[in-house]
């Protein structure tokens, strides 16, 4: 894994990011016949360091008034990282309780970003939900969950 990990200074450098903004990067997959390693925030809460994110640029755009300072794709971007889609999230739950307290942003599927959503996860009352909320919106207590794949 380290050989891995030193082979690629974009994975380090992602993974320093995610460390940096509170995710707790952890391996929650991977070493099969490639090799290959999986990387997710493992934080009991979402990242903090990434609160108070809407959605994507176009959401962020379309803002008249109290823009948020980023959104939650161009901030995975410059990362590195990817958001986790609902199938990744409710994976990781199965590994731990996360989000018992906030929410994090998941890949949203075209067709309800066309009609301007997002949709966003938690974790409440022993379940995984998933919620839906205009893209622009923002909260203290929504961030976004990534993964990095070397």
Sequence with gaps: MKARLDASPRAMKALAAMEASGGEPDVIGGAGP???????????ETPAGRRSLCYDRAALDGRKENKPQDSALDMAAEMGI???????YRALQELGEFDLKTS????TPPDVRALGGALFCDRRYGRVFVYHNGAGSYYAARAFRGSLTV
């Excluded at 994090?104 to 890949?107: P, Q, V």
Aim: hydrophobic content about 50%.
């Design 104 to 107: 994090s942003w998941i890949l």
């Design 34 to 44: 490639k090799g290959v390693l999986t990387f997710c925030d493992c934080a009991a």
């Design 82 to 88: 990817e958001l986790l889609d609902e199938a990744q």
